[in-house]
């Protein structure tokens, strides 16, 4: 299909960088967040509040976080992609609301696609 590597790959690499890039970005804001409740909005101790940090948070949930990142970028990337990459095809508008249809669509349909593929990922990484 001609241009779907030009228009589609680097919307691919966009997602497979950013995703995580959010992920991590969001963990430590989640951990200030946390801390600047309980710590300073509830008085817990600053010690154990970070003690509990260090002994919840294990690595192979940060990993499961990250392939799952990944797994929702690709999902994503691949779903707006071939809603947009379509758009002209279909049959419920022309021109800008073929493009809002599109992109309505697009949302509702990864939507449902993260909380299937989140399902699936948690229940293998439980195994």
């Known amino acids: 299909i001609p241009g779907m590597g030009y228009l589609v790959a680097p919307r691919f690499v966009a997602s497979l960088i950013a995703f995580p890039l959010l992920t991590a970005i969001f963990d430590v804001v989640g951990i200030i967040g946390g801390?600047?409740?309980?710590?300073?909005?509830?008085?817990?101790?600053?010690?154990?509040?970070?003690?509990?940090?260090?002994?919840?948070?294990?690595?192979?949930?940060?990993?499961?976080?990250?392939?799952?990142?990944?797994?929702?970028?690709?999902?994503?990337?691949?779903?707006?992609?071939?809603?947009?990459?379509?758009a002209h095809r279909r049959r419920d508008g022309m021109g800008p609301e073929a493009v809002a249809n599109a992109t309505t669509s697009a949302v509702v349909i990864s939507c449902v696609f993260v909380l299937v593929a989140d399902y699936v990922v948690t229940s293998a990484m439980l195994r």
């Open 35 to 86: 801390y600047l409740t309980g710590v300073l909005l509830l008085g817990v101790n600053e010690g154990a509040y970070f003690h509990g940090i260090e002994s919840s948070v294990l690595m192979p949930d940060v990993i499961e976080g990250f392939i799952k990142s990944f797994v929702f970028a690709l999902l994503i990337a691949l779903i707006c992609c071939y809603q947009g990459y379509n």
